[in-house]
Antibody, heavy 119, light 106 residues
């Protein structure tokens, strides 16, 4: 069974940094694209970033480009999101998601980790 | 930047059919998928590649995508279907979400 478990969220001051992790199990992690999606309080889902299976190709939403970095360690079955220069509008629940069985969609999601940017 | 537009809210009576639309420029040329998110839970994929249902999703969920509009249809809506629903468009680089629709089952 596929499991995605995020960690690393918390309270951080504006301008600070945080690294999120997503531990994957139940599938061949190194074969699949992985994604980060967030949902701010009272708002909708927003795509943040994705990375291809070998980690050589990445893409970012304009709102986080230059501040966030997605990466993966296929030996550890773990996805990361390094978040720098955090702003109040980055406050959200961050989900990792995978595309394993279905195409052109996120078929498995983690439980999410809350990031709060506030002084 | 590409935008997808959904109605903020849709109401339906139990047992009736609910339709949620998602509009975007030439959306029919892209793949559309739909997610259900209940309060306090992670999103769940209910339709992918316009009209395919993942394993475990009830047959009452169906989808279509043509022209500028994708539609999620829930036939025989049940109280358990009350949730936020999000469409998403995919092409070679696009992964944008719609703003979400709150489905209320009255």
């Amino acid at each position: 069974e596929v499991h995605l478990v995020e960690s690393g969220g918390g309270l951080v001051q504006p301008g600070g940094s945080l690294r999120l992790s997503c531990a994957a199990s139940g599938f061949t992690f190194s074969s699949y694209w992985m994604h980060w999606v967030r949902r701010a309080p009272g708002k909708g889902l927003v795509w943040v970033s994705h990375i291809n299976s070998d980690g050589r190709s990445t893409n970012y939403a304009d709102s986080v480009k230059g501040r966030f970095t997605i990466s993966r360690d296929n030996a550890k079955n773990t996805l990361y999101l390094q978040m720098n220069s955090l702003r109040a509008d980055d406050t959200a629940v961050y989900y990792c998601a995978s595309t394993v069985v279905t195409l052109h969609s996120y078929d498995y999601w983690g439980q999410g980790t809350l990031v709060t940017v506030s002084s | 930047s590409y935008e997808l537009t959904q109605p903020p809210s849709v109401s339906v009576s139990p047992g009736q059919t609910a339709s949620i639309t998602c509009s975007g420029d030439k959306l029919g040329d892209k793949y559309a998928c739909w997610y259900q998110q209940k309060a306090g839970q992670s999103p769940v994929l209910v339709i992918y590649q316009d009209n395919k249902r993942p394993s475990g999703i009830p047959e009452r969920f169906s989808g279509s995508n043509s022209g500028n509009t994708a539609t999620l249809t829930i036939s025989g809506t049940q109280a358990m279907d009350e949730a936020d629903y999000y469409c998403q468009a995919w092409d070679s680089t696009l992964r944008v979400f719609g703003g979400g629709t709150k489905l209320t089952v009255l």
